[in-house]
């Protein structure tokens, strides 16, 4: 099988960052910070529109940058501790669990801090 190359005209800490900014601005319009994933896709995909993602020469939308550098959306956003996914049966939910992140001011140093933790096997540790 023929591996495809996925260069993007923008670095993943500049997507981050951008994603970031987006995604924490349009949760904070919401009631109670939260939102269908599927709304979250369509308004970022919106508010994002003037910002030319290229891959393979054409343009494409951002959520479809997240899908390819993080496998999906949800991936991204379980990979940081400010946003919470909620599953209920066939609904998927987006939280902003922080919402006193300031969308304007997202530094790498700061999205490093919420970066998820991994959990480690229990079983792995002899408890004295």
Not at 10 to 18: F, R, V, Y
Not at 88 to 113: C, G
Request: positive net charge.
């Amino acid at each position: 099988m023929v591996q495809k190359n996925n260069k993007w005209n923008i670095s993943k800490q500049k997507g981050e960052e951008l994603a970031h900014k987006y995604i924490i601005e349009i949760l904070k319009d919401q009631k109670n910070n939260i939102l269908l994933l599927s709304d979250l896709i369509i308004l970022l995909n919106q508010r994002t529109k003037h910002i030319k993602l290229i891959n393979h020469n054409k343009k494409k939308p951002f959520s479809v940058y997240l899908r390819c550098v993080y496998g999906n959306i949800i991936n991204f956003m379980d990979y940081f501790s400010f946003y919470g996914v909620i599953k209920k049966k066939t609904h998927v939910n987006i939280k902003l669990i922080d919402s006193e992140l300031n969308e304007k001011h997202i530094h790498p140093s700061i999205l490093n801090e919420y970066k998820e933790w991994i959990l480690i096997d229990e079983d792995d540790f002899i408890l004295i």
